[in-house]
């Protein structure tokens, strides 16, 4: 094992970091912004709304995440019409392809995760405050939504934990986000073992520092539901 | 009943010997017309016809194992294969995780472009240039041009030609054969190279592990096949000139 390898190459793979941090969260915050408005249409009571969410979700969770990356990569560009289309200065740029294709993938995950947490809230909350009065969009937005966050967020955790993971699907596309970087450097000095063992530790680490934080808020936010510390009796 | 089971044990040994010796040859399959799957799944190619012909030389079996090509030197050298003919230039840093055979074949490098965009060597600065990652292209563009070149590496050879027909590549630099070879496809209509040939007195050889006696072996066979003409059968299938 050749650790002073490992070390030489650590400032390049930190540089692939930040990109691999950067497409992550680029891609959650826009998945996130997705998934709200189709977890909603997701519960729609009319039929023919719930059906757009519902294939959407269907496409991006039956599929592996690397096809649509080179679907999205690769296939749109084969086209005349998206090449000479206002988007193609975006769709050229490997960066905002694998940024696309990240945001459709976890905004599926993530309005799935949503919809189950908002459909777990008694229904009888949503009746009980039409009865005070509340609009529909009020009361979801005021009793329904907030609890659903709660419900939600031990698994949108998980998310989170696969798409940083997933992320590293980028490098097949020309990316030099943290797993491109690794690959780049084996090219050179052939120590695959040393290079891919460093790249998982440093997934390891982003991967605890997330879970570690996901706990943190879970706690905070579920302090309510959580039996009281007794003390002095 | 001691003895019986020595002589079953001796049949075993002397009848596994009287086999021939297997050669496990790691190429990629994606590198046309040097080795390629074709539509049947069958591994075709120079380099394949090469090591069938160098195999019969030496009298041992082959067989292929396919394997992606930024893993293929890490694959020999945790014994998946004995060794790789899969059109790999013999450079130095190479020599310092392999050992070579002699040269099974001679390449230069060149640029393809599309038609009319007189791209060339001069041209290179900050344009968006495509090549194979871990190849002998990338690795010159990144030693000669270093950050002034938008270098984009590719998985395989095609995805850098895909991106070069859909616009997001300037230029692609390949092996002059492979390019040449792609060059004569429907895809590449509206495509030609461009600039001078870049000559760095590349070699293709076969890698083996280091201190591997198989590459004085395979050097020889080279010879062997050069020598009786089976090379220049070969070499006809591909292209209409010698590239040895």
């Given amino acids: 094992m050749n650790f002073e390898a490992m070390i030489e190459a650590l400032p390049k793979l930190l540089e692939g970091t930040v990109l691999t941090l950067e497409l992550v969260a680029f891609s959650l915050v826009i998945g996130m912004i997705f998934a709200l408005p189709i977890a909603l249409m997701r519960v729609s009571s009319n039929g023919f709304i719930r059906v757009i969410p519902y294939c959407y979700i269907f496409f991006f969770r039956g599929t592996p995440l690397l096809v649509q990356i080179f679907l999205v990569y690769y296939g749109a560009s084969q086209f005349e019409v998206v090449r000479e289309s206002s988007l193609w200065p975006i769709l050229r740029e490997p960066y905002w392809c694998a940024i696309i294709a990240f945001s459709m993938n976890t905004g599926a995950y993530t309005a799935e995760i949503l919809r189950g947490a908002m459909q777990a809230v008694p229904h009888g909350q949503l009746e009980a405050a039409r009865t005070l009065g509340m609009s529909t969009p009020m009361a979801y937005r005021r009793i329904v939504i907030p609890q659903a966050i709660r419900i939600g967020l031990p698994a949108y955790g998980n998310e989170v934990i696969l798409m940083i993971k997933g992320s590293a699907l980028a490098s097949t596309i020309t990316l030099l986000d943290l797993m491109g970087m690794t690959r780049t450097i084996i090219a050179k000095n052939y120590l695959a073992v040393e290079m891919f063992l460093a790249a998982g530790l440093i997934y390891l680490v982003l991967s605890f520092v997330f879970t570690q934080g996901f706990k943190y808020l879970e706690l905070k936010i579920t302090k309510d539901l959580r039996p009281h510390e007794v003390t002095n009796l | 009943m001691k003895r019986l089971i020595a002589s079953v044990l001796a049949a075993v040994v002397i009848s596994g010997a009287a086999q021939a010796e297997t050669l496990r040859i790691g190429t990629e399959g994606a590198y046309p017309p ?149 060059l004569k496809s429907p895809e590449a209509k509206g495509f030609e190279f461009s600039g001078d040939t870049i000559d760095i007195n590349d070699q293709i050889g076969i890698a083996v592990r280091k201190g591997d006696a198989l590459a004085g072996r395979l050097s020889k066979a080279i010879k062997d096949i050069v020598a009786d003409g089976t090379y220049a059968k070969i070499n006809a299938k591909y292209f209409p000139f010698s590239i040895y």
Avoid: H
């Fill in chain 2, 34 to 182: 040097f080795n390629q799957i074709d539509k049947e799944g069958n591994l075709i190619g120079f380099d394949v016809d090469i090591a069938k012909a160098l195999c019969v030389a030496m009298k041992v079996e082959c067989k292929f194992v396919t394997q992606d090509w930024d893993g293929i030197i890490p694959g020999l050298m945790a014994k998946k294969y004995d060794a790789i003919v899969a059109s790999m230039s013999i450079t130095a840093e190479r020599k310092k995780a392999v050992d070579f055979s002699e040269r099974y074949y001679s390449n230069t490098l060149r640029y393809v472009s599309k038609k009319g965009s007189s791209f060339d060597a001069k041209m290179v600065k900050g344009k968006n240039v495509g090549a194979q990652r871990a190849t002998i292209s990338s690795q010159y563009l990144e030693e000669k041009y270093g950050k002034d070149v938008s270098l984009k590496l590719y998985d395989t050879q095609e995805n850098a030609w895909l991106d070069l027909t859909s616009g997001r590549l300037d230029a692609v630099l390949a092996d002059s054969l492979v390019n040449y070879n792609w």
